[in-house]
């Protein structure tokens, strides 16, 4: 039977409270941030899970985030893989720039294209279909495998990283995607058919 699936992102960063475009920039968590790592934790505790194998990006946010969640756990010592593949969406060089600043410059619609449409990248960035196609790979070759063999998986990682791998799991199309947004610090849980299909999930939201 296939273990169960987490993907989690970052609690609030550092940019996400001073509203900057992020992407592949390497703020630390705020104080709000470590606050909802530590909940999702004890949440994932409350609920009776405990992970066999860990997956996070190359960025502090994620990889502070579960290692929080792994504290309350009381699971220090998991094994624990970090890949770029995981990493967020490459904002390119809206990176650094504030998001509503950028609304007054390129206007509300647009902004909204480059942050939330399937395939239209940021100038010098990533559109979420690029993200998809590292993070898709990855998914399939390294994370799945795992969770197929009955290992319960946590992926601890990034709004668009996420957004990417829940637009295959979920089965949603380039319009759907638009309106699906992640959270900071909310688990979602999913369990697997053995024809990797999707038969349950939920949105461990402890806000
Ligand atoms: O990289 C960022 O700025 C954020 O993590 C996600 O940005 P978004 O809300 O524009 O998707």
Same mark, same amino acid.
Request: hydrophobic share 40%; glycine share 8%; with cysteine.
């Given at each position: 039977?296939?273990?169960?699936?987490?993907?989690?992102?970052?609690?609030?960063?550092?940019?996400?409270?001073?509203?900057?475009?992020?992407?592949?920039?390497?703020?630390d968590?705020?104080?709000?941030?470590?606050?909802?790592a530590?909940?999702a934790?004890?949440?994932?505790?409350?609920?009776?899970?405990?992970?066999?194998?860990?997956f996070?990006?190359?960025?502090?946010?994620?990889?502070?985030?579960?290692?929080?969640? #792994? !504290?309350?756990?009381?699971?220090?010592? @998991?094994?624990?893989?970090r890949?770029?593949? *995981?990493? %967020?969406?490459d904002? =390119?060089?809206?990176?650094?720039?504030?998001?509503?600043?950028?609304?007054?410059?390129?206007?509300?619609?647009?902004?909204?294209?480059?942050?939330?449409?399937?395939?239209?990248?940021?100038?010098?960035?990533?559109? #979420? !279909?690029?993200?998809?196609?590292?993070? @898709?790979?990855?998914?399939?070759?390294?994370? *799945?495998? %795992?969770v197929?063999? =009955?290992?319960?998986?946590?992926?601890?990682?990034?709004?668009?990283?996420?957004?990417?791998?829940?637009?295959?799991?979920?089965?949603?199309?380039?319009?759907?995607?638009?309106?699906?947004?992640?959270?900071?610090?909310?688990?979602?849980?999913?369990?697997?058919?053995?024809d990797?299909?999707?038969?349950a999930?939920?949105?461990?939201?402890?806000?």
């Amino acid at each position: 039977m296939p273990g169960t699936l987490v993907l989690v992102r970052h609690g609030q960063s550092e940019w996400n409270l001073k509203n900057l475009f992020t992407g592949w920039k390497d703020p630390d968590l705020t104080e709000k941030g470590v606050t909802e790592a530590k909940a999702a934790g004890v949440a994932l505790k409350d609920k009776g899970l405990s992970f066999d194998l860990a997956f996070t990006s190359e960025l502090s946010r994620a990889q502070r985030t579960l290692s929080l969640i #792994l !504290k309350e756990l009381g699971q220090t010592d @998991l094994e624990t893989r970090r890949d770029l593949a *995981l990493n %967020e969406r490459d904002y =390119g060089d809206l990176a650094g720039l504030n998001k509503d600043d950028a609304r007054d410059k390129w206007g509300e619609e647009q902004v909204h294209i480059w942050r939330r449409s399937y395939d239209v990248p940021p100038p010098g960035g990533e559109s #979420l !279909k690029d993200t998809l196609a590292r993070t @898709l790979p990855y998914f399939v070759t390294d994370i *799945l495998p %795992e969770v197929m063999a =009955g290992k319960n998986v946590i992926v601890a990682a990034h709004g668009n990283s996420l957004r990417s791998i829940c637009m295959v799991l979920n089965r949603l199309n380039r319009d759907e995607i638009v309106g699906f947004e992640i959270a900071t610090g909310v688990p979602l849980i999913y369990e697997l058919g053995a024809d990797t299909r999707v038969t349950a999930s939920e949105t461990l939201s402890s806000k």
